[in-house]
């Protein structure tokens, strides 16, 4: 439904419920604003939009006031003018607002409306010198000489990112003299230093220290990019100044953050400069790493390779994809294991494949943003809002907004605050936890009886398993106590649908997310606001399982052992002969390297040396060790020859987050030193041992090999990942992507699967 | 007399609604939210108008730029002006800022009081012109300050009301009850079952719907409680000590602000619980005891001691109190008898008839004092609620009540009414009782007659007549009156106190005195039966004047009473462009134990809305603060 209204003389329609702001900006009439923040909600204290309306002598706010059919509204008459720039004058007045040496010349509302007001300090408010000192902060600088009081930042920390760190200053002027006034002041115990006030500060009061005096707003190149921290897969802006970054900030709007950074995203992009970065190629000689050419390096690569799979076969060679590579990269580095080398013993370590077996799908099956819409909330796993930090906002919002946020955690963590239901469970027990709310479901009869019938295989097997998993047992086991799983199944089946969420970390279970899985089953959740999502810890965890860094699935979830797939492949590829049988798991390679199975190992972007202490013993038996990453690592050291990698703002790619979706990602400098793109050296390695790839670039290899030969990505090109990326699957160019999976219990597999797992 | 207004005028240039103040209040003149009123010419209008301008500037919040720095400026011409400082542009540059302020402010604090400061450049820019020409100091004036707001002033505790809604809107819930208990100590009561004139008052439900006030108090209340409960300043106690009568909310309220100051009291209480009427009066499914409990013992954190069973009058006398060294006496006795019905029967002491107030008394101590099936309540206020309700979940399973005049006139809470007939009371109205009929000593029947309404009688309500030859009977097992409550307060009050015709004591309104200058009084034994909230605010009141006699000897009105009286007495005109093109926003609801459920029970029917309910449901609040300053003789 559309209606009228009368906007600066002319007709324009509008839809029922806009505020006269959002009516002008469809309409293309600009009105200024200062405090108002969209995504928090936050406005009506600045002014500066205020209009005239017939009807009214008070001047009203366009940001808060809600167009009436027939309205009429006049945006720039005298008495508006007038009113803004008083507005102004005092702001310029009440501040020290000098422009010459603030890092926000150019960046800065006031500045701006300033400039188009021409305005100036208005003489009779009282000057003022009395600003508060900011505390020492590692990553933010706070100048309240330039603090307009227009109230983003607490918002954007309390409403938005859900910390509280900055209490709402506001009241009496009385009671605020002794204080200086009403300044926004952050407690330093609460502030986890993500940033949104200074995304959101309108002036120059907060800014990133480390980009104090980098560069100026128009001396800079903006690239538009992913994050490399975690899962949820935050849209960056690069800003780089002669190929230097100097900030990072988040995109407004845009999806899956709406417009939200991390302390990680935002400020932690030093890595990228560290010390230990490998600037060169290096080859093992008379027992020391020395640097030396590419060529040297990838001929020694690809000569030893081929020298271990002469002697002791292609299944000698077992290969760890990184987690946080680019998808091209990871596609190319199984492409050299299954069709140079003929081995399927290609892994990864995100885990994100969890729920194939279950679903149908190894993917988790619902959108991160959803969450902040949720009514209800289950959460296990480890600490969100250090894991998934932006996830974890969402989560918190919907906490705001009403939902209810069901918690299981390894202890108090920063999510306990929000949530009206805890346990506290041992890590590694998850599954037993889980199982003990299953019984506890199915024993009282809370499940959802006609969507397992309809929906579900194995259940009378799954049940017969969960008899025993009474809730005392499930108490001994996982620490938590038997009536809190008790209170929770109850709770679970009563406020669904449930948003189910799942934070792996080190030490947790390996059944957690099939048990997840079979606990969305009995609550027949699946479609908006259900669901299980699985939280990678790890940027492109998703995305190196899709590109089928894994022993038994090639790209596109498609597996090694059917034949009609397997053929498509060797035709595609150029081969013959690609290996049908599913390759070793990560888990098994510092077995079979002490047993004598595995006699190469090529390491991608992962430092299992330094993580693992067994597997750096069994990696000293290796013959040949390859290291291609970014930094030196516990295993570069092992390395008999290291290839230096491009990191995620020096080449181009995509990435593929914890809730599929492709995004791109995109080069902001050149690589440090000699460092090349992933998916370059592996081509190199591939030239050197016998084949030509005919894709030169991250493009080419997503347009006419991924996207061709996985059915899942049919419709994703690059073109098309210029926004907010797509969500997989996506059969055709014409399709918009796919929110959640399993829509109303419409399984990938045909029925969900109960899996009993301890 | 008034001789100048520009009170409740649109253009401050009008002339303004003649306002005069009675003969004994103090007033030279007033400014406030709506214009200007001058009793006595001599008044210096500049200087007023600075001291105006500096409240403004001292209450604005912060949060709109328009006020914020708008109210500074003014502030800061004025000051300048009356320092002898001003320059004649000055005048202008007030205007314009006055203006914009007004025009463009979120809150009333920025879009009213501009108005009297326009008033006054506009109707005596001559003085200001002098003031400046002058070029010196203005001398300064003693003024009273009263910030208000239309639910404020509806409160007789004056609780800041939009002040605690806000802090709620900012989850600063600590803050939010702070302020509650600045004025009003029983918040979890008060939040649960006041009559809340405010709500009625909001600006809000002149839009959509008027904020849910009373939930809000009882979430900051329940917030409390669930953050461990409040704590209490430590403070020196002073020597004086006053002795209070009875335990019921005019006289916790009135111990509690005696404790904050310090000064110890004794309550002695008849009932061997503390609440009065409140604890025995309101059934538990309203007001579950052990809030009140919880709100008494904070009473006594506070350095008061509550003496329980002991009946003033019989036990001890009020002159056996000064004897153990009190030194004041607060009488909040309250009225704990019944009425008479005027019925034939009701003296007889039949089995099965009791009084609504015996009734209800003996429930609370979990007595079960009727039974039966059918049972009739007489009386359409919130005792007969009570009544039928309670009756309900006893286990009469026929609850009947019957009214004299119509639903439209029952003085009951219009939700308690819905509740009861939710809980499948039958009402009966334009009935009247007549004759108890009993067999063997036992109710069996009541006579009533049918009414019908006449002229509205001094209440202002249609006054019921009874309709010739219309009497029948209605079966029952028993019957409770639950018509009117009273006192005997003179029983023990020392002879010759001044003591009105209905048997209540007479005080002074502003100070609670009585004719005997240590004796206070307050609460439902002054009133008559009033609300909770009244007897709250008179124990509040009545511990100022007892502090001002432990102090001074003497207790008087204060400057701040006067501005006060005066600005219950001017209510502002409501007008269209208060809030022009206010987006319409619905009221929330708490949840409530359905009917079915909680007639088997008397645990607590309503619920408590959730924080983001509440924070959303205090985002409503337009802030209708106002300021009123006033100059005294």
Request: charged share 25%; proline share 6%.
């Amino acid at each position: 439904m559309r209606s009228t209204m009368l906007l600066d003389g002319r007709w324009v329609s509008f839809s029922p419920g806009q505020t006269i702001l959002q009516a002008a900006q469809a309409a293309g009439v600009y009105i200024p604003t200062l405090c108002y923040y969209k995504e928090s909600g936050h406005c009506d204290v600045c002014r500066i939009c205020v209009v005239e309306a017939e009807g009214t002598e008070k001047l009203l706010p366009a940001c808060s006031t809600q167009v009436r059919e027939g309205m009429e509204v006049w945006t720039n008459t005298e008495r508006v003018a007038i009113s803004r720039r008083r507005t102004i004058d005092m702001l310029l007045a009440s501040g020290r607002h000098a422009c010459l040496a603030c890092d926000a010349n150019g960046d800065c509302g006031l500045q701006d409306l300033a400039y188009n007001q021409e305005a100036s300090p208005s003489e009779s408010l009282p000057p003022t010198d009395r600003f508060p000192n900011a505390f020492d902060d590692p990553f933010i600088i706070r100048d309240y000489s330039k603090c307009i009081l227009c109230g983003r930042c607490i918002a954007a920390c309390s409403d938005v990112q859900v910390n509280d760190a900055i209490r709402n200053p506001f009241g009496r002027r009385e009671e605020h003299e002794d204080s200086g006034g009403w300044f926004p002041l952050p407690d330093p115990a609460k502030c986890v230093e993500c940033g949104q006030c200074v995304e959101v500060c309108p002036v120059g009061a907060l800014r990133e220290k480390a980009a104090r005096g980098a560069a100026r707003i128009w001396e800079t190149d903006k690239i538009r990019t992913t994050c490399p921290h975690c899962g949820v897969g935050c849209r960056q802006t690069v800003h780089a100044k002669d190929g230097k970054i100097a900030k990072i900030t988040a995109v407004p709007d845009a999806l899956p953050d709406k417009g939200r950074l991390c302390v990680k995203g935002r400020f932690l992009y030093d890595f990228v400069y560290s010390k230990d970065r490998l600037l060169s190629p290096q080859v093992r000689k008379s027992g020391k790493l020395r640097k030396a050419s590419w060529d040297d390096a990838l001929n020694f690569a690809a000569s030893h390779l081929k020298k271990i799979i002469r002697r002791h076969g292609p299944d000698s060679v077992a290969g760890l994809c990184s987690s946080r590579a680019a998808n091209e990269d990871a596609y190319n580095m199984q492409k050299l294991f299954r069709a140079v080398i003929g081995t399927n013993n290609i892994d990864n370590i995100g885990a994100s494949n969890t729920l194939a077996a279950s679903f149908g799908l190894g993917a988790a099956t619902n959108s991160l943003g959803e969450l902040s819409g949720a009514r209800a909330i289950f959460c296990i796993g480890a600490d969100m809002a250090e894991e998934n930090p932006v996830a974890a906002t969402f989560v918190k919002n919907a906490v705001r907004s009403g939902g209810e946020l069901i918690a299981a955690g390894y202890g108090a963590d920063r999510m306990s605050e929000h949530a009206a239901v805890r346990a506290v469970i041992r890590r590694g027990s998850e599954a037993a936890f889980i199982n003990g709310l299953a019984g506890v479901i199915i024993s009282e009869g809370l499940y959802d009886r006609d969507f397992v019938r309809d929906n579900c295989d194995g259940f009378d097997e799954f049940m017969a398993f969960v008899s025993a998993w009474t809730p005392e047992r499930a108490a001994e086991l996982s620490g938590a106590d038997a009536e809190t799983i008790r209170g929770i199944a109850r709770r679970l089946a009563k406020v669904r649908p449930v948003a189910i969420c799942y934070v792996p970390a080190a030490g947790s279970g390996a059944g957690a997310a099939a048990s997840l899985a079979n606990l969305q089953m009995l609550l027949g959740g699946f479609g908006e606001g259900g669901g299980v999502n699985i939280l990678n810890a790890r940027a492109n965890a998703q995305g190196a399982c899709d590109m089928g860094a894994m022993p038994d699935m090639l790209p596109g979830c498609q597996s090694v052992q059917d034949i009609a797939i397997l053929e498509k492949f060797n035709r595609a590829w150029g081969v013959s002969g690609l290996p049908p049988k599913p390759g070793m798991a990560f888990a098994d390679v510092a077995g079979a390297l002490v047993g004598g199975g595995i006699k190469a190992f090529y390491c991608f972007g992962e430092d299992p040396a330094g993580d693992l202490p067994a597997f750096k013993e069994a990696l000293a038996s290796a013959e040949l060790v390859v290291c291609q990453d970014i930094l030196a690592t516990e295993t570069s050291r092992m390395a008999h020859v290291v290839l230096p990698s491009a990191a995620w703002c020096e080449a181009d790619g995509a990435f593929t987050n914890s809730e599929r979706r492709v995004s791109r990602v995109r080069k902001a400098k050149e690589p440090a030193g000699l460092a090349r793109p992933g998916w370059w050296i592996f081509r190199e390695i591939a030239g050197r041992m016998g084949q030509d790839w005919a894709s030169e670039s991250a493009h080419e290899i997503w347009d006419n090999e991924i996207s061709k030969l996985a059915p899942l990505f049919s419709g994703i090109t690059y073109r098309r990942l210029e926004g907010d990326g797509i969500q997989w699957p996506c059969p055709d160019e014409g399709h918009p992507g796919t929110p959640a999976l399993h829509k109303g219990g419409r399984f990938a597999r045909g029925k969900g699967l109960f899996i009993p797992c301890e | 007399m008034t001789v100048f207004s520009t009170w409740g005028t649109d253009g401050p240039s009008g002339a303004g609604a003649p306002i005069s103040f009675s003969q004994d209040m103090p007033i030279r003149a007033l400014m406030g939210w709506s214009g200007l009123i001058i009793s006595d010419e001599s008044v210096d209008i500049v200087d007023m108008t600075r001291e105006y301008a500096a409240r403004a500037r001292a209450e604005s919040c912060g949060q709109c730029f328009p006020c914020r720095m708008g109210t500074e400026e003014m502030a800061e011409i004025m000051e300048r002006i009356c320092d002898g400082r001003g320059v004649m542009e000055d005048i202008d540059r007030l205007e314009a800022v006055a203006g914009y302020v007004h025009e463009s402010s979120r809150c009333d604090i920025g879009l009213t009081s501009p108005h009297p400061i326009l008033d006054a450049i506009y109707s005596f820019r001559d003085r200001f012109v002098e003031a400046i020409r002058e070029a010196k100091p203005v001398p300064r004036g003693e003024y009273v300050c009263q910030v208000t707001a239309p639910c404020i002033s509806a409160c007789p505790t004056r609780v800041n009301i939009p002040g605690y809604v806000e802090k709620i809107r900012m989850r600063h819930w600590d803050e939010a009850i702070k302020i509650v208990r600045d004025t009003c100590c029983m918040p979890g009561t008060i939040g649960r079952v006041c009559v809340k004139d405010c709500e009625f008052k909001c600006k809000r439900g002149a839009i959509d719907e008027p904020i849910a006030i009373r939930h809000l108090k009882r979430v900051a209340a329940d917030m409390e409680l669930k953050a461990g409960g409040a704590s209490v300043p430590e403070k020196p106690l002073k020597d004086e000590k006053a002795a209070i009568v009875g335990a019921g909310p005019a006289g916790l309220s009135c111990a509690y602000y005696l404790g904050l100051k310090g000064y110890r009291s004794t309550i002695f209480e008849a009932l061997p619980e503390p609440g009065g009427m409140a604890a025995v009066g309101i059934p538990d499914y309203r007001l579950p005891r052990d809030i009140l409990r919880g709100e008494a013992a904070m009473v006594e954190a506070v350095g008061a001691e509550i003496r329980y069973s002991v009946k003033v009058g019989e036990d001890i006398t009020i002159p056996q109190m000064l004897e153990q060294g009190y030194r004041a006496v607060f009488i909040a006795a309250g009225a704990p008898n019944s009425s008479a019905m005027g019925c034939e029967g009701e003296d007889a002491g039949y089995r099965g008839y009791m009084p609504g107030v015996e009734f209800l008394r003996k429930v609370a101590f979990g007595e079960k004092p009727l039974s039966g099936r059918k049972i009739l309540v007489i009386g359409g206020g919130n005792v007969a609620m009570d009544c039928v309700r309670s009756a309900r979940r006893l286990g009469f399973t026929d609850v009947n009540l019957l009214y004299r005049r119509t639903e439209k006139e029952m003085p009951a809470d219009p939700f308690e009414i819905a509740d009861s007939k939710d809980e499948g009371v039958k009402f009966h109205t334009l009935v009247a009782p007549v004759k108890i009929h009993a067999s063997g000593g036992r109710v069996t029947a009541l006579e009533c007659v049918r009414m019908i309404l006449g002229r509205p009688d001094a209440s202002g309500r249609r006054k019921p007549i009874p309709e010739e030859k219309s009497n029948f009977l209605m079966d029952c097992d028993a019957i409770v009156p639950a018509i009117g409550q009273s006192c005997e307060v003179d029983r023990f009050a020392p002879e010759g106190i001044g003591v009105n015709k209905n048997r209540t004591l007479a005080v002074d309104p502003v100070t609670m005195r009585s004719s005997v200058p240590y004796i206070f009084g307050g609460g439902d034994c002054v009133t008559g039966p009033s609300t909770l909230v009244a007897a709250l605010a008179a124990g509040r009141r009545a511990a100022r004047s007892i502090m001002d006699y432990l102090e001074t000897g003497d207790s008087a009105p204060r400057p701040e009473d006067w501005l006060d009286k005066a600005v219950s007495s001017l209510s502002r005109p409501g007008h269209s462009d208060d809030a022009p093109f206010a987006v319409l926003t619905h009221r929330h609801h708490p949840p409530m134990t359905d009917p079915e459920t909680r007639i088997h029970s008397f645990a607590e029917v309503e619920g408590c809305l959730s924080p983001a309910e509440a924070g959303q449901e205090a985002g409503r609040c337009l802030r209708c603060y106002r300021i009123a300053i006033a100059a005294l003789r």
